[in-house]
């Protein structure tokens, strides 16, 4: 299977999991031609990093933000509140822990701590050379967009500072001698 299939099945695998076994919903994927670019949206977008590198993002509208954070919650929430942010955070994190769960085998990844953002007509890109997996899903209450950026690294990443006993200082110093 082709790397891109991979991710994608993965990614698909994992975003199903999280609704089913958080929410109880059922997502159902399907073909939409591109993000949507609806006036309020709330994005939770987290990195990840080692053999494969790059970065998720989940677009949502204010209401399926709302909806989604309600029901993890067993609230209610009429507008975008620092909860629903914080919900959605914990979303996207679910769901990339799930893609690194299915992948560690193959390709071993490290994730960063989620973000957030909320504003009006938001586009999510990245920087050139990066493959794109992007994909609709849709239950009875919602839709919600999935983009996920990834490159395959030529190299196996370095041990990380706390197993060569170097501090996070020295291994920046270093990675910058490195790429001079």
Known sequence: MEIKETVSQALTDSIKECFMGVLSLTLEEFDKADL????????????FAGQL????????????????????????????SPDVLDGVGE????????????????????????TTI????????????????????RCAEFELDV???????????????????LSAAEKLAAFVDKNK
Request: proline residues 3%; hydrophobic residues 35%.
């Open 118 to 137: 909320k504003g009006k007509q938001i586009d999510v890109f990245s920087k050139k050379g990066l493959t794109r997996v992007y994909k609709s899903y």
């Open 53 to 80: 590198e790059g970065n998720l993002s989940i677009i949502f509208s204010d209401q399926s933000a709302c909806h989604v954070v309600g029901k993890m919650l067993y609230s209610e929430f009429s507008e975008v």
């Open 91 to 114: 979303v996207v994190n679910m769901t990339v822990g799930g893609v690194k769960t299915r992948l560690i085998s193959q390709f071993p990844i490290e994730i960063s701590i989620p």
């Open 36 to 47: 949507n670019n609806e006036d309020h949206q709330v994005v939770a977008s987290i990195g």
């Open 147 to 165: 983009v996920l950026y990834f490159k395959l690294q030529s190299e196996k990443p370095e041990v990380h500072a706390a197993k060569t006993g």
